[in-house]
């Protein structure tokens, strides 16, 4: 399988406002992929190991679940692509991307909500792809 140029970084939203899955779609384009509803922590993780991301943009609370969970789960199984973490909750965002780092999950600047559609385009313009293994 291919692995996404820089300029082409894959993106999975995990976001149960409507609105903000809608926006980051629209923002991501034909970027973001695999689906936009989770019900739990397992729905995500299948989620990514069936698409496998390069990023995922991952809401700190949501209905039922919350980031921590998907973050410990995505560490079990040594999830390769990077996190984005969206809150408005702006204080809670540097510890629990500790929890990630500790994890061993490649965690990237967090997102304070309401974020601006140039924020989005600046964390694609600097996702640097792990690196592909020579054939």
């Known amino acids: 399988m291919e692995h996404p140029t820089a300029e082409r970084p894959t993106c999975l939203v995990v976001d149960d406002d409507p609105a903000i899955v809608q926006t980051l779609q629209s923002i991501l384009g034909n970027r973001q992929i695999g689906p936009s509803e989770f ?24 209905r039922g679940f919350d980031a921590i969970d998907v973050i410990r789960a995505l560490g079990a199984r040594r999830h390769g692509g990077a996190i ?10 540097p510890d629990i991307s500790r929890i990630g780092e500790r994890q061993g999950l490649k965690m990237l600047p967090p997102l304070a909500k309401p974020f601006r559609t140039h924020q989005i385009r600046a964390i694609l313009r600097s996702f640097t792809p792990p690196p592909v293994a020579a054939a």
């Not at 984005?84 to 965002?93: K, N």
Request: hydrophobic residues 55%.
């Open 39 to 62: 019900r739990n922590v397992e729905d995500v993780v299948v989620a990514c190991e069936q698409s496998m991301p390069d990023v995922l943009f991952l809401d700190v609370s949501m």
């Open 84 to 93: 984005v973490l969206m809150s408005g909750f702006h204080a809670l965002l």
